[in-house]
């Protein structure tokens, strides 16, 4: 059973374009979300994160939008840059308080390609 | 600050035959992880702790037993491998009560 789902493998889009991967989630008890980027041969990278009190947290030419009704995030990288391409996860965490050990779900991954 | 590091960082083994992956951490994080990756697959946790001392089974246990002496360093041990444990493992940590865990650089596993 697959509580964080990305439906789509793979994305190509064009450098200066914007980039949108999404992610659904199926456990209305989430209560923090996070993207990792990862780099063949290298471990994942924390990018950017949202909680769920919020819809919306920027990082420079990173957005995380979260729709919680809909239980969907998604990830805008606008402009999109070469050195995007990557495989990117989103992640989900309980609900904070005691005895939560931090542990994430993880999606399955989608592979960005953005050309030049 | 090294982080997170893993060794080794590649290994082949035969079925059968038993390793530990070494990771070792120096951020002082009281929480460590063990990931699985396999292709086209998101991490799955095979074990984390949240101390020295202290371990617990995450989603895919089976064939992997962990120890916890020290802060800093969180072995897996496989004891019999078998081809269903060739995969990508990650170690990761982090502090107590947040949700950003750093990983190390992986371990590529082969069972042949």
């Known amino acids: 059973d697959q509580q964080v789902k990305q439906n789509s493998p793979s994305l190509s889009v064009q450098e200066g374009r914007i980039s949108i991967l999404n992610c659904d989630y199926t456990?209305?008890?989430?209560?923090?979300f996070l993207w990792y980027k990862k780099y063949p041969a290298e471990g994942p990278t924390f990018l950017i994160s949202?909680?769920?009190?919020?819809d919306k947290n920027e990082d420079g030419r990173f957005t995380v939008f979260l729709n919680k009704s809909a239980k969907h995030l998604s990830l805008h990288i606008v402009p999109s840059q070469p050195g995007d391409s990557a495989v990117y996860f989103c992640?989900?965490?309980?609900?904070?308080?005691?005895?939560?050990?931090?542990?994430?779900?993880f999606g399955q991954g989608t592979t960005l390609q953005v050309k030049p | 600050n090294a982080g997170v590091t893993q060794t080794p960082k590649f290994r082949i083994l035969k079925i059968g035959q038993s390793m530990t992956l070494q990771c070792t951490q120096d951020m002082n994080h009281n929480y460590m992880y063990w990931y699985r990756q396999d292709p086209g697959m998101g991490l799955k946790l095979i074990y984390y702790?949240?101390?020295?001392?202290?371990?617990d089974k995450g989603e895919v246990p089976n064939g992997y037993n962990v120890s916890r002496s020290t802060t800093e360093d969180f072995p897996l041990r496989l004891e019999l491998a078998a081809p269903s444990q060739t995969s990508v493992y990650f170690c990761?940590?982090?502090?107590?009560?947040?949700?950003?865990?750093?990983f190390g650089p992986g371990t590529r596993l082969t069972v042949l």
């Open positions: 702790s949240v101390g020295a001392g202290i371990t």
């Open positions: 990761a940590s982090s502090y107590p009560q947040t949700d950003t865990q750093y």
């Open positions: 949202i909680s769920s009190i919020k």
């Open positions: 456990n209305s008890m989430f209560d923090y």
């Open positions: 992640a989900a965490s309980g609900i904070k308080g005691a005895g939560n050990t931090g542990k994430l779900i």
